[in-house]
């Protein structure tokens, strides 16, 4: 192949390029969801997907009504996060605050509490939750399990072992750090199989996909030039949510944006085939839309992206292997919050690469098999 002949190839590649872009940005409905969905799946997971249980608001049954467990009571009203709606005088009342929603936990403090208390005896303090939301009440009865252990060195003395902790990458535990950094992964993956799928779906349904094939362009060259776009694409929505991340919900980033942009660009790009693969046997958009969906879900829930993937069973966790989202997502949280080079998540890029090394000839494939 001559230099004249390399440089009309990829002459033709950026013409096809502009085309595609020009098409994107042109389309009412797709400028729509180029910029707006991003944004406000931005801000929706940083306020609304939100571990950190801000208010518990709770009742209490105090059958003592000594100094020690007004002293205890006293304690939890102290705490930030906790909100007594109610005192309730007898266990019956307990179901009809936990089943109206009013409280998400009771706090029943028995009759002989300061007795066993003044005796040197174990007192049971009991803590009635709504197991309803089972994440939510661990989380209650944990704050609580802290406090009364507050209290009891406080009652008692210092002295004796101390707990002093930190966490790292994430002093205050806020699940926005890890879901928000998250999301350009997600959200940039999610534009390209849709792009991506959807472009020469497009094609076909407006009747132009025959006038394509008519042109000097190969197959190659239409394969190419249908993937930059929704990778462009996928970039700067990526950048949106940095943005986001970094300058509303001011989440300190620890390593380098070229880093992020190097990890997704590639990601984007090994994941194209999936994209272009569904976009090769799908006849019309509708297609697209549904194959998208049932392959989208259950990667985003094997991607550790919301639960880590050690918690799953040992079947599900063999499958995250094919989920380049997993990978991505793992990269770029460590660049994020870690601080941590392309060579430290060199090991999150082999996977990537692997499976685009097979989704990008089977595309190929399908590619040509349809248009022959």
Same mark, same amino acid.
């Given at each position: ?57 709770? =009742? ?17 009203? =102290? ?57 939510? =009440?661990?989380? =209650? ?17 210092? /002295? /004796?072992?101390? #707990? ?60 190419? /030039? ?63 839309? #549904? ?72 595309? /190929? ?8």
């Amino acid at each position: 192949m001559s230099w004249s002949d390399i440089r009309l190839f990829f002459q033709q590649l950026f013409f096809l390029c502009q085309k595609e872009l020009i098409a994107l940005v042109k389309d009412p409905r797709l400028k729509f969801m180029l910029v707006v969905p991003p944004i406000m799946q931005g801000f929706l997971f940083g306020y609304a997907a939100n571990y950190n249980l801000e208010e518990v608001p709770y =009742a209490v049954i105090d059958e003592s009504h000594g100094a020690l467990a007004h002293d205890l009571i006293a304690h939890i009203d =102290a705490a930030p996060a906790f909100d007594r709606v109610a005192t309730l005088t007898n266990a019956n009342e307990i179901a009809d605050q936990i089943d109206s929603g009013n409280v998400i936990c009771v706090v029943v403090i028995p009759q002989d509490f300061d007795r066993l208390i003044e005796r040197g005896g174990q007192a049971p303090v009991q803590v009635i939750a709504d197991g309803r939301n089972s994440s939510i =009440a661990g989380l =209650a009865t944990g704050y609580i399990s802290q406090i009364v252990a507050t209290w009891n060195a406080e009652r008692i003395g210092t /002295g /004796g072992i101390t #707990i002093q902790s930190r966490t790292w990458y994430d002093p205050n535990q806020e699940t926005q750090w890890n879901f928000v950094p998250s999301l350009m992964a997600m959200i940039s993956f999610t534009q390209v199989m849709l792009l991506a799928g959807m472009s020469i779906a497009k094609e076909r349904e407006q009747g132009t996909f025959d006038q394509l094939l008519v042109t000097p362009l190969g197959p190659s060259q239409i394969l190419i /030039g249908k993937a930059v776009p929704p990778v462009l694409v996928g970039l700067f929505q990526a950048l949106a949510i940095f943005c986001i991340a970094r300058f509303w919900f001011e989440i300190p980033c620890a390593g380098s944006l070229l880093a992020i942009v190097a990890t997704l660009v590639f990601f984007m790009v090994s994941s194209t085939g999936l994209g272009l693969s569904i976009s090769a046997i799908s006849e019309n958009m509708q297609q697209v839309l #549904i194959y998208v969906l049932v392959l989208m879900i259950p990667m985003a829930l094997l991607s550790g992206m919301a639960t880590p993937v050690a918690n799953m069973p040992e079947v599900l966790q063999l499958f995250t292997y094919i989920d380049p989202m997993r990978f991505a997502i793992d990269a770029v949280r460590r660049i994020y919050l870690e601080g941590a080079t392309l060579f430290d998540v060199r090991w999150d890029f082999l996977p990537m690469f692997c499976i685009g090394a097979v989704t990008m000839p089977t595309a /190929g494939y399908l590619f040509r098999h349809k248009t022959t």
